[in-house]
């Protein structure tokens, strides 16, 4: 696979801040916290986008995290803000989520990231089809 890259554009963004408990005894983030951030993002796209992920369980719909490819480029701090950027597009049955984290301000890379989600629909893999349609005016 190759390097996540920065996307042309962005269709999210959400401001987070660091907080205490996800510093580690250096100060810095711990790396398993920057995966919830790019969950939690995500999280609140679907949200603007028109369906929780509650709404989606209720359907019979349930995203399910395929493969997550990150690369750590520069390290958060306690209190430090940033801002976590997504683009998605579709690949057949997978959804694929460019993330990226900044640190702001200053727009200094901390995560590029990309993640890739299917849906497994009452209980078996499919294709996804209620999401594409949710998502709709965001894939390209």
Known sequence: MATPKEPAHY???????VRD???DAQGI???????HYLEHTRHEFCRMAG???????????????????IIYL????????MVSKLNIRRDGA????????FKHPG?????????TIVCIENGRLGRGDVL?????RFLH
């Open 11 to 17: 269709i999210f963004e959400m401001p987070m801040r």
């Open 21 to 23: 408990y996800e510093v």
């Open 29 to 35: 983030v711990n790396n398993a916290n920057y995966l």
């Open 51 to 69: 369906m929780t992920f509650a709404e989606m369980h209720r359907q019979g719909i349930d995203p399910v995290l395929r493969r997550v490819e």
């Open 74 to 81: 520069h390290s958060l701090g306690l209190g430090e803000e």
């Open 94 to 101: 997978r959804f694929i989520f460019q993330q990226d984290i």
């Open 107 to 115: 727009g200094e890379p901390v995560v590029r990231a990309e993640v």
């Open 132 to 136: 594409a349609d949710v998502f709709d």
